[in-house]
Nanobody, 122 residues
């Protein structure tokens, strides 16, 4: 599975951005998908994940109520809608995929995509 993330950019505090991830491969719908981020000088951290059917989701406490992860298996895309952005959301965001379970995804995903920069600043 190859992952291509896009949609990052510069946004003012309180603004919104939508990230997209386009996995390749015929088995996309069997993978859990997730987003991680890494801010300068910090370790990479889990942001959100979504199950195979798109019904089950999981979020880091820091983004609950502001970020929404979704997937469209027919279009082979996973999205992260980010609202009410804060300066502390500034980071490189990575898409990830795992064929096992949420715990496996959060600990060590099978696949990583390249990152996309999100900068929240006035």
């Amino acid at each position: 599975v190859q992952l291509q993330a896009s949609g990052g950019g510069l946004v003012q505090p309180g603004g919104s951005l939508r990230l997209s991830c386009a996995p390749s491969g015929r088995t996309f719908r069997t993978y859990l998908m997730g987003w991680f981020r890494q801010a300068p000088g910090k370790e990479r951290e889990f942001v959100a994940a979504i199950g195979w059917s798109g019904v089950v989701t999981s979020y880091a406490d820091s983004v609950k109520g502001r970020f929404t992860i979704s997937r469209d298996n027919a279009k082979n895309t996973v999205s992260l809608q980010m609202n009410s952005l804060k300066p502390e959301d500034t980071a490189v965001y990575y898409c990830a995929a795992d064929g096992n379970g949420l715990g496996s995804l959060r600990e060590s995903p099978d696949y990583w995509g390249q990152g996309t920069q999100v900068t929240v600043s006035s």
